[in-house]
């Protein structure tokens, strides 16, 4: 594998005190051993390439996962669990500007749709996923970011988007939401879950229907044939008709040749508090079960969890090494501790990083991989892959199908970013320009 970050951001030092491991046993997974046929190889195990598999398995179609590590162990397994509106980083103008009106209609549409989708496959597979909160609450920083989120909540009433909630800052402290803030806004759109029992129970339902799901099983090399592709794997190789690309963050330049530069990782860091007793919930004013986020370009993300420990996490980590995680997460500490001063003494023992994808154009992507018939791939869901992720396995297993159910904005080629593998020296002047306009 060809990967742009350093050793460290792929093995288990960021990920080595995450909390939703600790929530649900991991399941016995295949193992790869030896050649193999299938009709569709599936290349990641995350929400996108687990939820492919079980669409393709319902449909009668052959699908085998290879994951490098173990199913979950990348994004969807240490993301923050905010099944929510997202995927794109383009406010509506400049989607409408770049992709036209009806497309970029169509485009939010799909990401409402996208959480409709999650929320129909929990409940058709009857999955537990300690799910709570009614949509989601953007909370403002500033006072111009809450005449913002007042324009935002009158647009979505004229266009007949549900029924936003203004809550102004006198109001907060009775829905629960204390800290710095001067206002908010909810969406009834979105929950909060535990992306490992979702992933988990997913996976579950894709191996009940026939799909096989290999962990350790990292794919060195994908060639095409006139019969298909082949997939070579230290354990076995592997033949197929069709090969879904479904690796995200945690992609490499070489798999294949044409992502090369096409994608950014960005790090995203995470921590949890143990649990807060009643007390200590009202001396911060923050009973709410809500997903929350501020309105910060480099925003912060947070939840109360129906176990009562306290989610937080933010942006940040330009590079990966030890000392650099160590940093990340000091200050994603120290974040915390400035918006919730109260819990300042609150241990909490649980602190992981991991990766999310950026594309040059700001949209996902789902489609066909250019000059490689019969290959497809998903990808940059900008740190919203929960819903979007999902729901693009679904599309992706329709294209495999024959079936083109993709928004016109998510089918347009993933572009090359300039620098090529020196491409992350674009982060730190927009980390920096993102930082400065959020003053």
């Not at 687990?50 to 979950?72: K, N, Q, R, T, Y």
């Not at 909540?153 to 009775?174: K, N, T, Y």
Request: contains cysteine; hydrophobic residues 45%; proline residues 7%.
């Amino acid at each position: 594998m060809k990967r742009i970050f350093g050793p460290y951001a792929y093995s288990a030092g960021p990920r080595d005190l995450c909390w939703w491991d600790q929530t649900i046993a991991a399941p016995e997974w295949d193992r790869l051993d030896g050649d193999t046929d299938t009709d569709v190889a599936i290349v990641g195990g995350g929400f996108t390439g687990v939820s492919a598999a079980l669409h393709l398995a319902e449909a009668g179609i052959g699908a085998l996962v290879l994951e490098a590590e173990a199913p979950g162990w990348g994004a969807s397994g240490r993301n923050g669990g905010f099944c929510c509106l997202g995927g794109a980083m383009l406010k509506d103008t400049a989607m409408a500007r770049a992709f036209g009106p009806e497309a970029a209609a169509e485009y939010w549409r799909a990401e409402a749709g996208a959480v409709q989708f999650a929320e129909a496959l929990i409940d058709r597979l009857n999955l537990d996923v300690d799910r709570h909160s009614r949509g989601e609450t953007q909370l403002a920083h500033r006072p111009k970011d809450m005449e913002k989120l007042r324009r935002r909540a009158e647009q979505m009433i004229r266009d007949g988007e549900g029924e936003p909630e203004v809550i102004e800052a006198q109001d907060l402290a009775a829905h629960g939401l204390g800290g710095p803030f001067h206002g908010a806004l909810t969406i009834p759109v979105g929950f909060g879950l535990n992306p490992r029992k979702y992933l988990f129970g997913m996976a579950a339902a894709a191996r009940a229907q026939g799909a096989r799901i290999c962990a350790q099983a990292p794919v060195t090399a994908i060639e095409r044939g006139p019969h298909g592709f082949t997939l070579d794997t230290p354990s076995g190789r592997v033949r197929a008709r069709q090969v879904i690309i479904a690796t995200n963050g945690y992609s490499s330049e070489d798999l294949p040749r044409w992502l090369s530069a096409r994608y950014v990782p960005a790090q995203s860091n995470v921590l949890v508090t143990r649990p807060l007793s009643d007390a200590e919930l009202a001396a911060a004013g923050w009973t709410s079960d809500q997903a929350s986020y501020d309105t910060r370009g480099l925003l912060h993300y947070f939840r109360l969890m129906p176990d009562r420990r306290f989610l937080f996490g933010m942006r940040g980590g330009l590079v990966s090494s030890p000392a650099a995680e160590a940093r990340a997460r000091a200050r994603n500490r120290r974040d915390f501790e400035a918006m919730f001063p109260a819990w300042a003494h609150v241990e909490a023992p649980f602190a992981w990083s991991g990766m999310v994808c950026l594309a040059r154009n700001r949209v996902p992507f789902v489609g066909a991989v250019p000059r490689q018939p019969g290959m497809f791939a998903g990808m940059a869901y900008h740190g919203n892959g929960v819903a979007m992720g999902s729901w693009s396995g679904s599309l992706l297993a329709a294209l495999v199908g024959g079936e083109d159910r993709v928004p016109r904005v998510m089918q347009t080629p993933l572009a090359r970013f300039p620098l090529g593998p020196f491409r992350r020296l674009l982060m730190p002047p927009f980390y920096i320009a993102r930082a400065l306009a959020d003053l």
